[in-house]
């Protein structure tokens, strides 16, 4: 039963094949057992799912349900939930117990939902490994062919990533905001949409950079996301940045076929330094959507080398920015000080990691007096000339293919000392973020160790329907199947 996709059970708890009272405890039975090994859940609440799923059972009984009624799914801890502790991955946050419910978690319990607990991720979703949690890093459910080390499930959203691919939830709600949906789908071997800017509101969920966050959903498969981001989207008057556009029909999108499309491959993501493996799947891919009856145009986002070093400079500018209002006083942890100065210099000393604290340092450096114009002023000058490359691209074709990381899942603890390393994963990600438009990653293939690689699909601002057509197309191209070695069931 939790093998199914989130579309199967749905028809399974309709036609009353199971309760969502049986569902959600299998689900808790199966995140008990193996949540001591991947570390997924920073939080569990079982008492919460239980209340969901009577509820669930009794809609389910007058024969009304939501889309979502009785799915059990995993909240990223960095969506707030009303009485339920939401930490951001942060110690400075580690007893904080939001007194709402964000939109996007809200939209999901209209809709019918069941919340088995709260995802890990990296602290303030800051990092692309999971590794900057301070709950501990989350394990990958994939391991090497013949080698148990454990791996990173990807990041920030890699709690998520990892429930959904252990077969601990149905979906997830997950965040991106230079890659955190995208990356640890592609490491987890599932699908994930980080939707257009303004798609999802971002009212109650933690703000790490705000003009670059986006919620998505996290699924196991293309047509999943669909259904998961049909709730989660939507206008909302709490966020000024969210679109006053009704949420299109995001699963009839995915049966479209990708016959008359124009689909760019864009010649800047072809490195030499890029690994044989990944090269080949891409050009799979193209094949794939070709033989869909796709036409297939080489296109070029000349600004797009510019991206990573541009997002490193307005990603932390406003982090440092959002993250003043941790200061001891209104939120979470707090250090005793001889004044109020020493109070917040502690507090923040002790409650924020290492890497947030990297963060913040680059982020007020280039918004001083004296950088500003040379960093933050320029990095957004470069920001409009990538979103214009994108406009560009979009007049000739309606959807571009990239892979989605440069690497499969790397091991725990690796690529830690160095963090313009550890930056480069999101170097295929990140642009997307930048022009503010959607991108999903598919899983189309295994390496040569048996882990597993995502294809990434961008489109235009608000399009996200052909960009589910063209991956629901890749997936059913890849028919990828395989399944990580730990899992619920297995
Ligand atoms: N890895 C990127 C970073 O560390 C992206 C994180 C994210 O999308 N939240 O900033």
């Not at 209209?110 to 602290?123: C, I, P, W, Y």
């Not at 257009?196 to 703000?207: D, L, M």
């Not at 930056?423 to 293939?445: C, E, H, R």
Request: glycine share 10%; net charge neutral.
């Amino acid at each position: 039963m939790l093998d199914l996709s989130l579309a199967q059970v749905r028809t399974a708890l309709r036609t009353r094949k199971v309760s969502a009272r049986e569902l959600a405890r299998a689900q808790l039975d199966a995140v008990a057992a193996l949540n001591p090994r991947l570390n997924a859940f920073i939080t569990v609440t079982p008492d919460l799912a239980e209340r969901h799923a009577a509820a669930a059972d009794a809609a389910l009984a007058r024969g009304e349900h939501g889309p979502l009624t009785g799915i059990p799914l995993a909240i990223k801890d960095l969506f707030c939930t009303e009485g339920v502790r939401t930490t951001a991955a942060s110690r400075i946050l580690d007893t904080f117990v939001p007194p709402y419910e964000s939109t996007v978690t809200a939209n999901l319990l209209r809709d019918g939902a069941v919340f088995l607990g709260k995802a890990n991720l990296d602290e303030f979703a800051m990092g692309s490994s999971n590794m900057t949690s301070a709950f501990g890093p989350v394990a990958n459910p994939w391991t090497r062919t013949g080698d148990n080390r454990p791996l990173v499930p990807g990041g920030s959203s890699g709690g998520s990533a990892a429930a959904v691919a252990a077969r601990l939830a149905f979906g997830a709600t997950a965040t991106d905001t230079g890659g955190s949906i995208r990356q640890p789908a592609s490491f987890c071997g599932i699908a994930g949409i980080k939707p257009t800017y303004g798609r999802c509101s971002r009212w109650g969920v933690v703000a790490f950079a705000s003009s670059l966050d986006q919620a998505g959903p996290l699924a196991r498969s293309v047509e999943d996301c669909a259904i998961l981001l049909g709730s989660m989207a939507g206008f909302d008057a709490k966020d000024s940045t969210s679109a006053d556009l009704a949420v299109p029909d995001f699963a009839a999108a995915c049966a479209r076929g990708v016959k008359g499309l124009r689909i760019g491959v864009p010649r800047e993501y072809r490195s030499d330094s890029m690994a044989p493996e990944i090269e080949a799947l891409w050009q799979q891919g193209v094949g794939w959507l070709r033989q869909q009856g796709a036409e297939i145009i080489d296109v070029s986002l000349p600004h797009t080398k510019y991206a990573l070093a541009t997002y490193y400079i307005v990603a932390p500018a406003e982090a440092s920015s959002n993250l003043a209002r941790y200061d001891g006083v209104r939120f979470g942890h707090r250090a005793a000080g001889e004044d109020l100065i020493e109070l917040y210099e502690r507090t923040r000393a002790e409650g924020f990691g290492a890497e947030v604290r990297r963060r913040i340092m680059i982020g007020t450096y280039v918004l001083s007096a004296g950088y500003y114009d040379a960093y933050y002023l320029r990095a957004q000058k470069v920001r409009a000339l990538i979103l214009r490359d994108f406009t560009e691209a979009f007049r000739h074709c309606d959807a571009l293919l990239t892979p989605t990381a440069p690497s499969a899942a790397f091991g725990q603890g690796e690529k830690m000392d160095d963090p313009v390393t550890m930056y480069l994963n999101d170097v295929f990600t990140v642009p997307a973020n930048m022009a503010g438009i959607p991108g999903l990653s598919v899983p189309a293939g295994l390496d040569a160790q048996g882990l597993p690689l995502g294809l990434q699909v961008l489109g235009r601002p608000f399009d996200e329907e052909t960009v589910f057509a063209v991956g629901a197309a890749i997936e059913r191209a890849a028919g990828f199947t395989h399944r990580p070695s730990i899992r619920a069931g297995a």
